[in-house]
């Protein structure tokens, strides 16, 4: 069965949403998963490729942009993806969802983790997707941070 964990923050930022999502990553990419990272726009999944390469000293995850549209699939496919489409092939196990949209396609999908800050319009679009994946048969948790 599919999971869908929420992480619920206890500030307003996005750019401590960010950070809990890099500490995650570099969790998952450790372990040896390599996950798709579903962003609202270009602008955020810039962000978080920026704070990717900089949020811890001594820390390097592979990553890079997604663009379906230019076919951006890496060669190398232990890399971390971040992009505002649907996760290409291979990149659909894990899904890290810092968009404020149901993601596309999570047939393949084993495990999608959302991160939401105190922030009440994002909780309410939260609550949306949460009851999104309740009828979709996943197995729900949510861990307040």
Known sequence: MPEASFYILPS???S???LFACKLIEKAYRSGQFCYVYTDSLQQSQQLDN???TY???SFIPHQLYDETNNDIPDYQKTVLIGTQAAPENWQKLIFNLSSKYPDDLTKTDRVLE???N???LKQAGR???RQYKQNGFDISTHKI
Request: aromatic share 20%; proline share 0%; charged share 40%.
């Open 119 to 121: 922030n009440e319009e």
């Open 12 to 14: 307003y930022s996005l």
């Open 51 to 53: 704070q990717l390469w």
């Open 128 to 130: 949306q997707r949460f």
């Open 115 to 117: 991160i939401l800050d």
């Open 16 to 18: 401590d949403r960010f």
């Open 56 to 58: 811890r000293e001594n």
